[in-house]
């Protein structure tokens, strides 16, 4: 017998030990307590890890004995049960996650990547959409911040689309400032992004391209971060912002490019517990 560990159940130790790590064991003090909070929440994230629905993963996990050893379940909770526990967790919970898992690794970096991706609001197929007249205008977006050495999600945001990216380089630069590389108090990483990100908002040292309104550029500022980022190209570190992309790439084949809830709030929760998920699998 072979004693290599399935990535399934290494993933669903990874995820036990957050819940526990950032949870309180139970959501309320006279709740029936036949499971911890911590596991009904890993098992939320194996949910969407497998990308499945509650009832399948149910039916998973009655079929899966090393699963349920690893998250000590004393049965295989409902399906109606892990739904309500998603609808419990809050995006503070998913942030405290994604920080317990990369203070776990010491990630610090020189390069940190954004990009945004679109995920379909509806399970529906494009052909069922088309005959029944019922096509998407909008769409849920994900924006993700990506180390470029560890190709781990950093920061996030989510929202609604189409819409610019400028709003969420801010909130991205924030969150993932924490583990960039600093000497001293100086900072000295770089954030790279797409001209999709161009705005007030960029700051200097920043690599990203200036929209060129009307054909051309005319602000000296401006003229100075196209040359910075033209000199980035050639030097090849410009070209790392693809594996954000990847990265993206990487959500939508693996955890799916579609949205399950039907609620806003619960729609605008998904784009983050998918990268929360990569994270457990890279």
């Known amino acids: 017998m072979s004693d290599r560990e399935s990535r399934y159940v290494r993933a669903a130790r990874i995820a036990y030990e957050l819940t526990q790590q950032t949870l309180p064991r139970y959501s309320r003090p006279k709740s029936p307590h036949h499971f911890t909070l911590p596991q009904l929440a890993a098992c939320v994230l194996m949910t969407f890890y497998l990308d499945l629905s509650y009832r399948d993963m149910e039916e998973w996990l009655l079929a899966s ?6 998250l000590e379940l004393p049965r ?9 526990t998603y609808k419990k967790l809050r995006v503070v919970n998913f942030a405290a996650m994604k ?43 994900g924006a993700y911040a990506v180390g470029i050495r560890s190709q781990f999600i950093l920061a996030w945001r989510s929202g609604r689309g189409p819409s610019n990216d400028a709003p969420y380089l801010a909130r991205l630069r924030r969150d993932a400032r924490r583990y960039g590389r600093y000497m001293g108090k100086r900072r000295a990483w770089t ?50 912002r693809w594996k954000s992309e990847t990265v993206n790439s990487v959500i939508k084949r693996k955890f799916g490019d579609d949205i399950r809830s039907r609620l806003p709030r619960l729609q605008n929760r998904e784009p983050l517990i998918k990268g929360l998920v990569y994270n457990i699998h890279v």
């Open 65 to 70: 004995d090393k699963i349920c050893q690893v």
């Open 76 to 84: 295989v909770p409902d399906h109606s049960t892990l739904s309500r």
């Open 99 to 141: 920080e317990q898992l990369l203070d776990n690794l010491e990630i610090e970096e020189e390069g940190i990547a954004a990009d945004s991706t679109g995920f379909s609001p509806s399970q529906a197929s494009a052909y069922y959409q088309t005959r029944s007249g019922r096509v998407f205008r909008e769409f849920i977006k």
């Open 191 to 240: 954030m790279i992004a797409d001209a999709g990100f161009d705005g007030q908002q960029v700051q200097d040292g920043d690599l990203i391209p200036p929209i060129r309104r009307s054909g051309k550029l005319v602000d000296p500022l401006r003229k100075a971060r196209a040359d910075l980022v033209a000199a980035a190209r050639l030097d090849g570190l410009y070209g790392q």
